[in-house]
């Protein structure tokens, strides 16, 4: 008796046959593909979308951070405030009305400012309106303080931030011992700061970091521990935050990140959540899907054709597909695009990565861009400052050019805040930012460097170029004419230049550079300000 696949193939004409074959071929060879895909692109979409998802959560607690940061140094700059320090010595009304009143606190950034003294006695107390109307008392920032300082008392000069809820919201606590302006002398106090992050701050925070989240109080549907069998991911480590750790949880249609905030005494606070949809992977789920539909129509219309060229057409493609792929997600380099040479449905799924490639090499130029430039001013930032410096320090290794940089201060800037407000201040950093930006080259680099100092970077310019540079900057801001009643130097903004050129630095590096460009610079605020001074030889401020 022959066997019974045998009766069959005896029963069909030899074309019967070989179409037979060819779909038992064409089956295995349907599933040896979809193996190979499920391998290779798969975990390459998973790994991208897993990056991509701690990128964006990396994002979101990272602007949290900086919110601690931006009070820091508002705080910070208070308590080395000689007109604070004379007021704790020796209490001034008019200084409390003018800074802790109400007309104040109502232009300022901040919710509530405290002062106290070495006892631990309120000298001083201002405070606006919370989200929901709630007004702070004095006892609600001293509560949540006092534990936090039987434990680490207060640094002279030393800056804390944490977070912690103050009349119920939210809000950014930071504090600083109060010290003379030239950080000597005893500390006479504490200077306390909260900021509440309200509705509107956390919007701002999510459009900054192109990414929605969600803040959920502990309790009972959210305990401060996650439950078991969640993804526990290492940060970065954060300067004000205290934990590093994200949890996330992966389920078939979405992505769930979720962080810990700690108050500033490190208890549980609340949780931070964030949630995406992972459009990479099911976009390649479809992609192969269609992939496979497509090459079963095709491979049945072409039959024996399809046969013969399947390992010319579909396996060596899969597998250089599966390379590039590869390649480009272990580099990076999401600029780079797969070669679209194909009309066919391997050419459609590269096609359908390139455009993903290009979506994710879109969102990180961005991301880079947001990165390099002062929000502010629009101009680059210490970042993109630092990077070209090292940049430009390199080339000057095999290019003997010189190499100038401008350090800028505005004279007077927290007088002109203090009279005429914040928003005018930004605004004066704005038109500065503009003019440094109309007046260089295009191989000069402007940026801010922090508050109201400003860099400019001038490649080849050696130190005659870089005065006249100077001298053309400060023409500049006085044809602007901005009006500065309250300075001391002059009755409109101005400017205090130091210069270094590279030849007088022979060794240190970019720190070294700069910091000769500070030592003139002082000396051109020491010297009166409204002025420009280079750094010489010897280490000895050339004025």
Same mark, same amino acid.
């Given at each position: 008796?022959?066997?019974?696949?045998?009766?069959?193939?005896?029963?069909?004409?030899?074309?019967?046959?070989?179409?037979?074959?060819?779909?038992?071929?064409?089956?295995?060879?349907?599933?040896?593909?979809?193996?190979?895909?499920?391998?290779?692109?798969?975990?390459?979409?998973?790994?991208?979308?897993?990056?991509?998802?701690?990128?964006?959560?990396?994002?979101?607690?990272?602007?949290?951070?900086?919110?601690?940061?931006?009070?820091?140094?508002?705080?910070?700059?208070?308590?080395?405030?000689?007109?604070?320090?004379?007021?704790?010595?020796?209490?001034?009304?008019?200084?409390?009305?003018?800074?802790?009143?109400?007309?104040?606190?109502?232009?300022?950034?901040?919710?509530?400012?405290?002062?106290?003294?070495?006892?631990?006695?309120?000298?001083?107390?201002?405070?606006?309106?919370?989200?929901?109307?709630?007004?702070?008392?004095?006892?609600?920032?001293?509560?949540?303080?006092?534990?936090?300082?039987?434990?680490?008392?207060?640094?002279?000069?030393?800056?804390?931030?944490?977070?912690?809820?103050?009349?119920?919201?939210?809000?950014?606590?930071?504090?600083?011992?109060?010290?003379?302006?030239?950080?000597?002398?005893?500390?006479?106090?504490?200077?306390?700061?909260?900021?509440?992050?309200?509705?509107?701050?956390?919007?701002?925070?999510?459009?900054?970091?192109?990414?929605?989240?969600?803040?959920?109080?502990?309790?009972?549907?959210?305990?401060?521990?996650?439950?078991?069998?969640?993804?526990?991911?290492?940060?970065?480590?954060?300067?004000?935050?205290?934990?590093?750790?994200?949890?996330?949880?992966?389920?078939?249609?979405?992505?769930?990140?979720?962080?810990?905030?700690?108050?500033?005494?490190?208890?549980?606070?609340?949780?931070?959540?964030?949630?995406?949809?992972?459009?990479?992977?099911?976009?390649?789920?479809?992609?192969?899907?269609?992939?496979?539909?497509?090459?079963?129509?095709?491979?049945?219309?072409?039959?024996?054709?399809?046969?013969?060229?399947?390992?010319?057409?579909?396996?060596?493609?899969?597998?250089?597909?599966?390379?590039?792929?590869?390649?480009?997600?272990?580099?990076?380099?999401?600029?780079?695009?797969?070669?679209?040479?194909?009309?066919?449905?391997?050419?459609?799924?590269?096609?359908?990565?390139?455009?993903?490639?290009?979506?994710?090499?879109?969102?990180?130029?961005?991301?880079?861009?947001?990165?390099?430039?002062?929000?502010?001013?629009?101009?680059?930032?210490?970042?993109?400052?630092?990077?070209?410096?090292?940049?430009?320090?390199?080339?000057?290794?095999?290019?003997?050019?010189?190499?100038?940089?401008?350090?800028?201060?505005?004279?007077?800037?927290?007088?002109?805040?203090?009279?005429?407000?914040?928003?005018?201040?930004?605004?004066?950093?704005?038109?500065?930012?503009?003019?440094?930006?109309?007046?260089?080259?295009?191989?000069?680099?402007?940026?801010?460097?922090?508050?109201?100092?400003?860099?400019?970077?001038? @490649?080849?310019?050696?130190?005659? /170029? *870089? $005065?006249?540079?100077?001298?053309?900057?400060? =023409? %500049? &801001?006085? +044809?602007?004419?901005?009006?500065?009643?309250?300075?001391?130097?002059?009755?409109?903004?101005?400017?205090?230049?130091?210069?270094?050129?590279? @030849?007088?630095?022979?060794?240190? /590096? *970019? $720190?070294?550079?700069?910091?000769?460009?500070? =030592? %003139? &610079?002082? +000396?051109?605020?020491?010297?009166?300000?409204?002025?420009?001074?280079?750094?010489?030889?010897?280490?000895?401020?050339?004025?």
């Amino acid at each position: 008796m022959r066997p019974p696949t045998r009766h069959l193939m005896a029963g069909l004409g030899i074309g019967s046959r070989i179409v037979l074959v060819f779909v038992l071929v064409f089956v295995c060879m349907g599933g040896l593909g979809l193996l190979l895909m499920r391998n290779s692109l798969l975990p390459t979409f998973d790994n991208m979308e897993h990056g991509f998802a701690q990128e964006s959560a990396e994002r979101v607690v990272s602007l949290f951070d900086q919110q601690l940061g931006s009070v820091g140094n508002l705080n910070r700059d208070w308590a080395y405030w000689d007109e604070l320090y004379q007021h704790m010595q020796r209490r001034d009304p008019a200084f409390a009305r003018s800074n802790l009143g109400n007309e104040s606190m109502q232009s300022s950034s901040l919710h509530a400012i405290l002062l106290v003294d070495l006892q631990g006695r309120v000298a001083g107390f201002g405070a606006r309106d919370f989200s929901g109307g709630a007004q702070a008392q004095a006892q609600d920032l001293l509560a949540p303080l006092q534990h936090r300082w039987a434990r680490f008392p207060v640094q002279a000069g030393g800056t804390e931030c944490g977070l912690a809820r103050v009349a119920y919201a939210l809000s950014a606590v930071c504090w600083t011992g109060i010290v003379q302006s030239n950080g000597k002398g005893p500390t006479v106090g504490t200077v306390v700061m909260a900021r509440e992050l309200d509705a509107r701050a956390l919007k701002s925070m999510a459009q900054f970091a192109g990414v929605t989240f969600t803040l959920e109080q502990l309790g009972a549907n959210h305990p401060a521990t996650p439950e078991q069998g969640v993804l526990m991911w290492q940060l970065p480590a954060f300067q004000y935050l205290p934990k590093s750790e994200l949890y996330a949880e992966f389920s078939k249609d979405s992505m769930a990140m979720q962080y810990l905030l700690l108050d500033l005494n490190e208890h549980p606070l609340s949780w931070v959540r964030i949630r995406l949809h992972r459009d990479l992977m099911e976009q390649g789920q479809r992609v192969m899907v269609n992939v496979l539909l497509q090459l079963a129509v095709v491979a049945l219309a072409t039959g024996l054709v399809l046969l013969m060229t399947v390992h010319w057409w579909l396996v060596r493609p899969i597998g250089r597909l599966r390379g590039a792929v590869a390649d480009i997600s272990a580099t990076r380099r999401w600029e780079q695009t797969l070669a679209y040479d194909r009309p066919d449905e391997i050419g459609a799924l590269t096609q359908g990565i390139n455009s993903l490639l290009a979506v994710l090499h879109e969102q990180v130029g961005a991301l880079e861009a947001l990165s390099s430039t002062d929000a502010l001013t629009g101009i680059a930032n210490r970042r993109q400052f630092d990077e070209r410096l090292a940049h430009e320090l390199v080339r000057l290794g095999r290019h003997s050019e010189p190499l100038s940089l401008l350090m800028l201060d505005v004279d007077h800037f927290k007088l002109y805040n203090d009279h005429y407000g914040h928003p005018a201040g930004d605004d004066v950093l704005r038109q500065l930012g503009a003019l440094l930006r109309a007046s260089c080259r295009q191989q000069d680099l402007p940026a801010r460097l922090g508050g109201e100092e400003f860099g400019l970077l001038l @490649p080849d310019t050696d130190a005659a /170029g *870089a $005065a006249a540079m100077a001298d053309k900057l400060m =023409k %500049a &801001l006085a +044809a602007l004419a901005i009006g500065h009643e309250h300075s001391l130097t002059a009755p409109q903004v101005t400017v205090s230049i130091g210069i270094v050129t590279w @030849p007088w630095v022979q060794d240190g /590096g *970019a $720190a070294e550079f700069i910091a000769q460009a500070d =030592k %003139a &610079l002082y +000396a051109a605020k020491h010297g009166g300000r409204q002025r420009a001074c280079v750094y010489g030889a010897a280490g000895v401020p050339r004025l």
